[in-house]
């Protein structure tokens, strides 16, 4: 069995976890980040990186490599409700460097962290490493288990971080007590060419009984098809043709690519999820990202929260971590100081999934909705 000794050890290597990886990395403190694919490629992953985290970008100095990975930017959201094109969001005067959304593949993020966390040689990320269990003495975690592609690892450390998403294996297993809010929506996800002469922006179109979004990928557009809860059964009963004409009413410029889905395999399943811990720690461990607090798809800011939880976690944790004196404290300090803004955010969440999303696929009309200026 293989034996490492670290730091910090960091299961996830999503946003959270390469953020923070990246970040105590920087401060000086040895940290292993595992991975358990062999890369970041994910359709489900967010692509949405708002302006106060291309802030948070800016001040560790990787803005200009950031913007440099192809993007879209985008000043403002908006859907078209009831047949009519709406404004839903502008981000051109949010007190912000950047008053855009930057729209990019999460894979291509997460390599730019990958890279950059590479040059220090505190740091360490080893793919196709799945955790499967805590190690713990006396009450205490003390590092995990995982199964690597050579074979079982231990990686002990003085701090494991659970940012290994909203079906975390590392919050099962410390037992952390939550609170699951539920969701009235799942998401079916596909993809469908991009040709010339479509429309360039993001957007999300709303009408009686159907909720539609399409990503810009460049190549491609990464659509997202919103149904009830628990409702893919019937979905499938009726047909892949009757899905196909759903869209086709919804989104007319793209009823003439769907020969590019050849069956449901090429239909995936995003179970919408919304849940927060009450303790996002034990002695030894700590949550953060979706691990601590699964979010809704509304408004793309679980990517935006995830990397604001690292970056709390890296200023309130490295000096203790590279000192030795890490304490419980500590650890609670990072959920008091990210707590609000979770709070805050699903409360706003929950809101619009009530008032809007339960009420259009329940089949009542859509209403135009308020314009906001955001910088989640």
Known sequence: MEA??????IAGGGPAGMML????????????????????????????????TLDVVDEIGLLGDLLAIRHE???????????????IADFR???????FVAFMPQWDFLNLLSEQAARYPSFRLRMRAEVT?????????????ALG??????????????????????????????????????????????????????????DTGRIFVT???GQHWQCGFVIRKGGLDEIRERGLDTLRQEVAKLVPFLSDRWDAIRGWDDVKLLTVRVDRLTRWYRPGLLCIGDAAHAMSPIGGVGINLAIQ????????LARPLAEGTMSTDDLQHVQRRRAWPTRVTQRLQRLIQRRVITAVLGGRRPVRPPLVACNI
């Open 21 to 52: 990886g990246l970040l105590l990395a920087r401060a000086g403190v040895e940290t292993v980040v595992l991975e358990k694919h062999a890369d970041f490629l994910r359709d489900f992953r967010g692509d949405t990186i708002h302006p106060s």
């Open 73 to 87: 930017e985008v000043a403002q959201l908006t859907a078209v409700v009831g047949g009519a094109a709406v404004v």
């Open 4 to 9: 490492i000794a670290t730091r910090c050890c």
């Open 133 to 145: 269990g805590l190690l713990e003495e006396s009450g205490r975690v003390v590092g995990v288990r």
């Open 215 to 217: 990503i810009n990928r």
């Open 309 to 316: 939880d690292a970056v709390a976690a890296a200023n309130l």
């Open 149 to 206: 592609a050579e074979g079982p690892m231990e990686v002990r450390a003085s701090l494991v971080v659970a940012a290994d998403g909203r079906s975390s294996a590392v919050r099962q297993a410390a037992g952390l007590p939550g609170e699951e809010f539920g969701a009235p929506m799942d998401v079916l996800w596909f993809r469908l060419p991009r040709r010339e002469g479509d429309p360039g922006s993001t957007l999300g179109r709303i």
């Open 93 to 99: 005067h949010v007190p912000a460097r950047c008053g």
